[in-house]
């Protein structure tokens, strides 16, 4: 099991996150046709770095992106993701 | 002296000894019977690596299958029980399988599924029967385990010499350690093998090092297997606070723990490796160090007239253990050539190994040698075998470890970690062995000795062209029974390498995958059983709905009311009867548990707009509409309300099933697609209570209750029920002119009360879920789940009139994707039944019974005054097959009603009741 350094929490077991998507699935708001149904359908599986959109759902709530080797697993960093002045 | 029964015999044990020990202690030498040719077994070995000495443990709920006799320390009443055999241990009718094990070749079941399936069909009913392990309880485990977070600088698996070592290292480095050994006592292998250490006897200096390690705040933990280590060095220790199948002492039968450790040192060991000969399987052939164990640990001499075969010099010890307990050494079989064993004392044949056990289920009577070219027989009682030794390296290769070859100890040793994982001791540096393959006759000639596999099997495999050892594992089945092929992987790669002609390094590996010995179901479950299995969610009014004794419905983890039954009515008569109350007076219904959401700031109205695909922006204060969402995909997947309140303030209502799925998708769309706008984003779920209040009475009494007119049709107003202030929003999910009242939970009850009184006294009754259903499929509103399935857009659900033409929102881009166009994909219509019948929920619509389904039935209701069974429906191309008529056919429920397609909206469809 993962220790994922929260942004805000630090070091946290992976049970308390939750992995939502890896980042070139985002559709950006004004995404033409194309552009979205590759992001959706088309989009690459690559071994080894990506990054991803993972939740500290059950612990902050927060969001953040992670980069990682999915081959052996290594964090090379997280980046808070929102707001950048909470309101 | 300690008493326990061994297939219904009483028998008795002396302290510490395993159940393996007592019974070599009693003579008794056949154990099992093999799971596959049910041939004769008896004990290999003297650990957790045993794959022929199973019993089941224990009875009643308690019963533990499977159990390795040789890591089951022996208690007062134990009952312990062989398996797969019938009628008897020694008499096993299954056994005559051995004669037609020509018909259970390597890959039998593959061939039997390739072949015709009534085959299969017939052979399972016997292999079922014949081919198994002990059956598993039926009754409830009455026993609790306990599981347990920890943290440690220094973890050591393993309390060897070289495990305690490394620990005591830790500890006086001020480190914080754990320490677990999966035996009962520390160091047993200088119970095995007595020597001093640091001036004192091995077994007081192995006490003296984990009393240190206690004192320094460490934690010794025995009788505890590590059965796996995952990443960023997270371990599971399983703990057995008493023996299986035993009565816990304690509140707990199991510990597991979970443990991070910054390090973890592996002192695992190794494991000794059988030899390969015909008739290795027989009860009386045994691993040399287990001898020596049941020797010199347990006082037991396992036979009196003894061939030890070996590779390597570590059997030596054994022959000198046995000679010391007055044991016979028939002969030392080393396949080494001279000098090696010369210097021993004992009769030592070089180049020699066996190639023949000869005796059947009462134990070994001879063995057949090779010796340099020429065969010799050797009467003997036991078979002392060891052919090298094999690092136990499980735990370093689940985490990522890599491994390199050690020539001299023909043995995988670990290398290059991933993980900060070291491995210390014999684990390390196994000693140095020799190997030379499997001798004699190779359909008698056992690898893997649980599953049944035999060199020829592996022979056929590789013949038809299984080269790769992972799918020769999944072929043959080796290794893949409850050892986890401990004993059997190596012998299968030396196999493999020698048929193609490589090296063992060559010939590849299997994955190690955890749990390095069985872990029992309930200690991966803990106390999460029965009621806790899940949390249970109770809205607000769950006390006063109880007090009503209601028929309860589980939503997702809610309990909500399906139905209040009076007197005698049963589910659908109380369902019925509620729903007419709705029709013809008034009714009350808890909707509490509906996703709510304060949605606020100077841009909550640009964040709507692109959660809804309805507009939003058009809504003046106090006025509030039907909306619903679509994902990136373009496909609808929840729906409710969104009410305007404030200039920027908003309240959004989605479904309850889908409400924690909406929060995080309302979060991630807040915080990473429209991270720059002013909005704040609040579940309220919990915090407002709900109560929907719907009939043609339902504005007289909210008039009565608030002392105000009542809010016209989807307007909202702020005013108060039995001086709690409300939310009161007319909307109507039944068809009738409806309302629902949002406010404080902590005021539930008092709202409740108030409102419930004034509907009695209009003729009504509350609801619960079932009426609420009969309502809404007859008028046709959708639910999120079977009618909002995530899979049609808004125009097949027939929502398309009040998409949001301006775009913005979410899925807006990739609904213009052509398959969108096709004509025939699924689209929401209503059907009812023709002739009568009651249209079956999750019926396929077909044109004839035995054709392509085209659609199926979504929910299924009544008109609720006059009866008649409708239903909602997904059909292919529906919208333009008004007026058709199909078959609602349920295979299942081996139900056919035939019914007409029409439009959803059963009931008022010009709305005209939401008016007062």
Redesign the interface.
């Known amino acids: 099991?993962?220790?994922i350094p929260c942004p805000h929490c630090g070091d946290r077991?992976?049970a308390e996150f939750?992995y939502?998507r890896t980042a070139d699935s985002?559709?950006?708001?004004d995404?033409?046709?194309d552009?979205?149904?590759a992001?959706?359908f088309t989009r690459t599986n690559p071994r080894g770095i990506d990054e991803e959109?993972w939740?500290h759902?059950y612990g902050c709530?927060?969001?953040m992106l992670i980069r990682r080797d999915r081959v052996?697993?290594a964090i090379e960093w997280v980046k808070p993701?929102?707001?950048?002045v909470l309101? | 002296m300690i008493r326990f029964t061994f297939d219904g015999r009483a028998l008795t044990a002396k302290p510490g000894q395993t159940l393996a020990a007592a019974l070599l202690d009693h003579g008794i030498k056949l154990v099992g019977r093999s799971f596959k040719y049910h041939r004769p077994r008896g004990i290999l070995s003297a650990g957790v690596e045993e794959p022929n000495a199973l019993v089941t443990v224990g009875t009643g709920g308690r019963a533990e299958p499977n159990t390795r006799a040789t890591d089951l320390y022996v208690y007062d009443g134990m009952v312990a029980t062989s398996q797969n055999r019938w009628p008897s241990l020694s008499s096993d009718l299954g056994s005559a399988l051995q004669l037609v094990a020509k018909a259970l070749p390597a890959g039998f079941y593959y061939k039997t599924f390739f072949g015709p399936p009534k085959l299969w069909l017939f052979y399972e009913k016997f292999i079922r029967r014949a081919a198994g392990l002990g059956p598993a309880p039926v009754e409830a485990d009455p026993d609790r385990y306990a599981q347990r977070a920890a943290f440690c600088d220094v973890l050591v698996v393993g309390a060897g010499p070289a495990g305690l070592i490394a620990a005591r290292d830790a500890a006086r480095a001020g480190k914080r350690v754990i320490l677990v050994e999966q035996d009962a006592e520390l160091a047993p292998s200088l119970l095995r093998d007595p020597q001093e250490i640091e001036g004192q006897p091995g077994s007081v200096w192995a006490a003296s090092v984990a009393a240190e390690l206690r004192a320094k705040g460490g934690r010794v933990l025995t009788r505890t297997s590590a059965s796996g280590l995952w990443d960023d060095n997270f371990i599971c220790l399983s703990e057995k606070l008493v023996e299986p199948g035993q009565v816990p002492q304690g509140a707990f039968t199991q510990r597991y723990w979970h443990v991070r450790a910054d390090e973890v040192v592996l002192a695992t060991g190794t494991l000794e490796r059988p030899l390969t000969f015909a008739n290795n399987d027989r009860p009386g052939v045994m691993l040399s160090q287990a001898v020596r164990t049941y020797v010199s640990r347990f006082g037991v001499v396992p036979g009196q007239r003894v061939v030890v075969a070996t590779s390597n010099d570590d059997a030596y010890l054994t022959a000198t253990a046995l000679r010391q307990a007055g044991a016979e050494v028939v002969a030392v079989l080393d396949s080494r050539p001279s000098p090696a064993g010369q210097d021993s004392g004992f009769a030592v044949l070089n180049c020699a190994a066996p190639v023949s056990a000869a005796g059947g289920k009462r134990g070994v009577t001879g063995v057949t040698a090779l010796i340099d070219g020429a065969e010799r027989s050797f009467a003997c009682d036991l078979i002392a075998m060891s052919g090298g030794f094999t690092p136990v390296v499980h735990l370093h290769m689940q985490a990522g470890g890599k491994l390199d070859w050690d020539d001299a100890a023909q043995a995988f040793v670990p290398g290059a970690t991933r993980q900060n994982v070291r491995t210390v001791g014999s684990a390390a540096a196994p000693a140095p062995a020799e190997t030379f393959g499997a001798l004699g006759p190779a359909k008698q000639a056992f690898v893997d000795f649980q599953n049944d596999v035999t060199v020829a099997d592996l022979d056929l495999a590789w013949r038809e062209g299984y080269r790769s050892v992972e799918h020769l594992k999944r072929y043959t089945t080796l290794g893949m029974a409850t050892d986890q092929g401990k004993t059997s992987n190596m012998a299968a790669l030396d196999r493999i390498a020698r048929r193609e002609g490589m090296e063992v390094p060559q010939a590849g590996l299997t994955t190690f995958r955890p749990p390095y010995t069985p872990v029992s179901m309930g200690a991966l479950v803990g106390l999460a059983t029965g009621e806790h299995a899940q949390p249970t969610r109770r809205p607000a009014l769950y006390d006063l709905h109880a007090a009503k004794h209601p028929i309860w419905l589980n939503a997702g983890y809610w309990k909500r009311p399906r139905a209040y039954p009076v007197g005698s009515e049963t589910l659908a008569e109380a369902g019925l009867r509620e729903a007419r109350s709705v029709r013809q007076a008034v009714g009350l219904c808890d909707v509490s548990t509906l996703a709510k959401f304060e949605v606020q700031g100077p841009d909550a109205v640009q964040f709507l707009e692109r959660v809804c695909q309805t507009t939003v922006g058009k809504l003046a204060v106090g006025r509030g509409r039907y909306t619903f969402m679509a994902r990136e995909d373009g496909l609808v997947f929840d729906d409710g309300t969104v009410w305007r309140l404030e200039d920027n303030r908003y309240l959004l209502t989605s479904s309850t099933g889908g409400a924690s799925r909406m929060a995080t998708w309302l979060s991630y769309v807040r915080n990473y697609l429209c991270a720059d706008l002013k909005v704040s984003v609040v579940c309220v779920q919990e915090h407002y209570a709900a109560i929907a209040v719907a009939g043609p009475q339902s504005s007289a009494v909210m008039a009565e209750l608030t002392g105000a007119e009542a809010p016209r049709h989807m307007s909202v107003s702020e005013t108060g029920i039995a001086g709690v202030p409300v939310l009161l929003m007319a909307a109507s999910f039944s068809g009738e002119r409806a309302f629902e009242v949002h406010f404080d939970a902590r005021h539930a009850e008092a709202v409740w009360r108030a409102i419930e009184d004034k509907v009695l006294q209009a003729g009504g009754a509350p609801y619960g879920i079932e009426a609420m259903e009969l309502l809404r499929i007859e008028k046709g509103h959708l639910v999120v789940g079977p009618d909002i399935d995530g899979r049609l857009t808004a125009d097949e659900l027939g929502l398309g009139k009040m998409v949001n033409k301006a775009g913005g929102w979410i899925g807006a881009a990739t609904l213009h994707r052509p398959d969108f166009a096709d004509s025939m994909r699924k689209q929401l219509v209503g059907i009812e039944a023709v002739n009568g019948g009651s249209i079956p929920e999750g019926a396929m619509l077909v044109r004839r019974v035995g054709e392509q389904a085209e659609g199926h039935v979504t929910a299924s209701g009544l008109r609720i005054m006059e009866g008649g069974s409708i239903a909602l429906a997904h059909l292919m191309g529906g919208h333009m097959r008004h007026g058709e008529e199909l078959y609602a056919h349920s295979p299942t429920r081996k139900q056919t009603v035939k019914v007409r397609v029409g439009s959803p909206h059963f009931y008022d469809p010009s709305g005209e009741r939401y008016r007062d």
């Open positions: 099991m993962l220790l077991a992976q939750a939502e985002v559709v950006p708001l995404a033409a046709p552009q979205a149904v992001a959706l959109i939740r759902t709530g927060s969001w052996s697993h993701i929102g707001p950048a309101p």
